[in-house]
Structure formats: structure tokens, C-alpha cells
């Protein structure tokens, strides 16, 4: 098992270093865009944010908190 450590200096230059930062984002967000579509859907996010842990996978989400969360985001 691999543990990563991330603090603000790490995440900070990795956003900085724009090339690497906007490709991880490309591929991440093609990876995510199950269909496609250029777009980000309700379903796609859900499944990110459970696999964030935003949310519990073995637990029964709230629909309500959900839609909370995405409209928040978006």
C-alpha cells in the first residue's frame, strides 16, 4: 500500500507548474466524462465525489445533500 503526504507547499506547486497542472486536469476530466460530451453530468460528478469520499460508498447518500453539493459546485 502507497501513502502520499500533501501539504500546501506540494499542492501549491503543482498548481503553479501550469503545464502539468492543466494537463492532469485535461486527462482527469476525460477520465470523468463517461460520454464524451464535453460536460460534466449529475451522475459523473456523484461517482467522483463518492470516490473523493465526499460521500460514503457503503453508506445510502441523501439525494437532498447531493444535489446541495453539486448545485454548490456548479
Not at 6 to 28: P, Q, R
Request: hydrophobic residues 45%; charged residues 25%.
Amino acid at each position: 500500500m502507497s501513502v502520499e503526504i500533501l501539504n500546501s507547499a506540494t499542492i501549491a506547486g503543482f498548481v503553479e507548474d501550469e503545464e502539468a497542472f492543466n494537463s492532469w486536469v485535461k486527462k482527469h476530466f476525460a477520465t470523468l466524462d463517461e460520454d464524451q460530451n464535453g460536460v460534466l453530468s449529475y451522475t459523473e460528478m456523484v461517482k467522483e465525489l463518492q470516490c473523493l469520499r465526499v460521500f460514503r460508498i457503503d453508506a445510502k447518500t441523501d439525494p437532498d445533500e447531493v444535489s446541495a453539493l453539486y448545485f454548490f459546485l456548479f
